[in-house]
């Protein structure tokens, strides 16, 4: 499975952003998807993550209420959409996939799939 991760700009504090993320090769069987960030100097944070069927999802506090991650099976790919951006949300911003089972959907350790990331900042 290849991940790759688009929309990442500079935007005003108070902006908004659309992160997209394509998977490609063998993912009909991806289970859980997730949003990760890491700042220089700092562990990988988990943002937020949503299973298969797309009904359930998790965040981060720090995001909860800004940040709603989305899924499209048919196309493969899964959506960050970021408002009411801070200046502390600047970060590369990682998408990682999972086929086995997940049991902490914000936890890095769980995922084997990751892509090269796009930065955010604000």
């Known amino acids: 499975v290849q991940l790759v991760e688009s929309g990442g700009e500079s935007v005003q504090a108070g902006g908004s952003l659309r992160l997209s993320c394509v998977a490609s090769?063998?993912?009909?069987?991806?289970?859980?998807m997730g949003w990760f960030r890491q700042v220089p100097g700092l562990e990988r944070e988990g943002v937020a993550a949503?299973?298969?069927?797309?009904?359930?999802?998790y965040y981060a506090d720090s995001v909860k209420g800004r940040f709603t991650i989305s899924r499209d099976n048919g196309e493969n790919t899964v959506y960050l959409q970021m408002n009411s951006l801070k200046p502390e949300d600047t970060a590369m911003y990682y998408c990682?996939?999972?086929?086995?089972?997940?049991?902490?959907?914000?936890?890095?350790?769980?995922?084997?799939?990751w892509g090269q990331g796009t930065q955010v900042t604000v």
């Open positions: 990682a996939a999972e086929f086995r089972m997940v049991r902490r959907p914000l936890g890095e350790y769980e995922y084997n799939y």
């Open positions: 949503i299973f298969s069927g797309g009904t359930r999802t």
């Open positions: 090769g063998a993912t009909q069987d991806i289970g859980c």
